[in-house]
Each structure stands twice: as C-alpha cells, then as structure tokens.
Nanobody, 119 residues
C-alpha cells in the first residue's frame, strides 16, 4: 500500500516561486507514474504535470515553461516559477501503479497542500 504526503505549499506573491514535495512510502516499487493535480475553488480537479518511471513528463498548457516536475527515488517535486493568481489551488500528489498482490491497478492521493498566489 502506497501512502503520499505533500508539503511546500504556502502564500506567495505573483511572480514568485514555490517548490512542492511529495514523499511516497510503502510499496513504492509498484508505482508506474506520479503526477501533480490541482483544484481551484469552483473548478474541477485538473492534471498539472506527470512523470513516468522512465522520466517522461507532460504538462498542462497553462503551466508549460513555468513548472517543472521531477522525481528522485520515492519523492516527486514540482518547481513552480513565475506564479500567477490563477495558480491558486489545492495541489494534490497522485501515484498510479499496479498491485501484484490483488492483481489490480490503483490510484493513491496525498492530503493536498494549499498554494495561494496574491496579485
């Protein structure tokens, strides 16, 4: 069983930077991909950035050139630069993988961390 804990959120002015961290524990070798999602008030949860075990990445168009996702063993990071008020949201870490014991796929979510960007 995989558990995820996010950290690094906070309040920052427009144009500033934050670095989010997600620490995975448990059956970490069952993880195939990890990603960051966010949910702003009144909006649906959306994919921000994802990374595969092999290091391939993808980003939402709204954050390309500003955000960078990276992975180091059991931790995934989201470096956020040139932040905008529109980036204000709760950010969630996600892990997708395969549980060989139950022979089924899974999604795991962290508790979320608040990012607030002031104008």
């Amino acid at each position: 069983q995989v558990q995820l804990v996010e950290s690094g959120g906070g309040l920052v002015q427009a144009g500033g930077s934050l670095r989010l961290s997600c620490a995975a524990s448990g059956s970490i070798f069952s993880i195939a991909t990890m990603a960051w999602y966010r949910q702003a008030p009144g909006k649906q949860r959306e994919l921000v950035a994802g990374i595969t075990r092999g290091g391939s990445t993808n980003y939402a168009n709204s954050v390309k050139g500003r955000f960078t996702i990276s992975r180091d063993n059991a931790k995934v990071y989201l470096q956020m630069n040139s932040l905008k008020p529109e980036d204000t949201a709760v950010y969630y870490c996600n892990a997708n993988g395969w549980d060989s014991y139950s022979n089924s796929g899974y999604d795991r979510w962290g508790q979320g961390t608040q990012v607030t960007v002031s104008s």
